[in-house]
């Protein structure tokens, strides 16, 4: 069912927001006719249920017509998110979306809204077919996330930990010092990422590695060797591998396919 069928919303703005540690410094209230959806990247945010619950990677937030967005973390966390506004006809918003639901597959969320930006900022595409794709992949997603059933809640252990991988990313890791970080032993640490996040501690901090690099390549001009050794690669060939594997494209046609 498309929810948006008569709403004719138009994609006003697209683009990502971190916060400082702690959170932002104060809610953003969304305007009548408008709608704000906040995606988050990485991090961890509290949400706006009575009781607030932690959520982190994956969480779809959605805000109209006078409601206010997420802005709260933990002391020693923050939150990363995509943002996307769009103005609406306020007597035909969907009346049964949600507040917030869960995008559950992290990589094609990473990889969908990196495309969304780059067609936005830097093509001739019609952003109305771009806030369109939007919304259609939103509604997938929710009913997706209402199909499986799953817990939106982070457990806030696994809050912890990847908190502690995103802050600490470029540095050297062992396992052990993540584990230390949540107060979990390692072989927990493991089922938490493999239960909540469908993948090891390694693979997420890796994922996090390429993701900095290649926003790093898009957005400035610092050599291929030089990216590699600020997200923790000290080695330039065995980063070069792995972003190939994880793009799908080398380090220097990802740069000539997304750089402004």
Request: glycine share 8%; hydrophobic share 35%.
């Amino acid at each position: 069912m498309n929810r948006w069928r008569n709403l004719a919303p138009r994609l006003t703005g697209l683009g990502t927001y971190a916060s400082p540690l702690g959170g932002s410094r104060g809610p953003a209230r969304t305007s009548p006719g408008e709608v704000l959806f906040e995606i988050i990247q990485e991090g961890s945010v509290y949400g706006l249920e009575e009781r607030p619950v932690l959520h982190g990677e994956g969480a779809v937030f959605c805000h109209h017509d006078g409601q206010t967005s997420v802005s709260d973390s933990p002391p020693e966390s923050y939150y990363h998110c995509y943002v996307a506004r769009f103005e609406h006809r306020r007597e035909r918003f969907p009346g049964d979306w949600p507040r917030v639901f869960q995008w559950k597959d992290r990589k094609s969320m990473h990889a969908f809204m990196a495309e969304m930006l780059h067609v936005f900022h830097q093509t001739s595409l019609d952003r109305s077919v771009v806030g369109n794709l939007i919304l259609a992949r939103l509604e997938l997603e929710l009913e997706r996330s209402r199909l499986l059933a799953r817990s939106q809640t982070m457990p806030p252990q696994l809050g912890l930990a990847a908190d502690f991988i995103n802050r600490n990313y470029a540095r050297p890791l062992a396992l052990e010092d993540i584990a230390r970080a949540a107060g979990l032993s390692v072989s927990h640490l493991h089922m938490l990422f493999r239960t909540h996040l469908g993948e090891s501690p390694h693979q997420y901090l890796i994922q996090k590695r390429l993701r900095v690099a290649g926003h790093a390549l898009a957005t400035s001009k610092q050599s291929v060797k030089a990216v590699a050794t600020e997200v923790g690669y000290p080695n330039a060939e065995s980063f070069c591998r792995a972003f190939r594997k994880f793009f799908g494209r080398s380090a220097s046609d990802y740069r000539q396919a997304y750089s402004r």
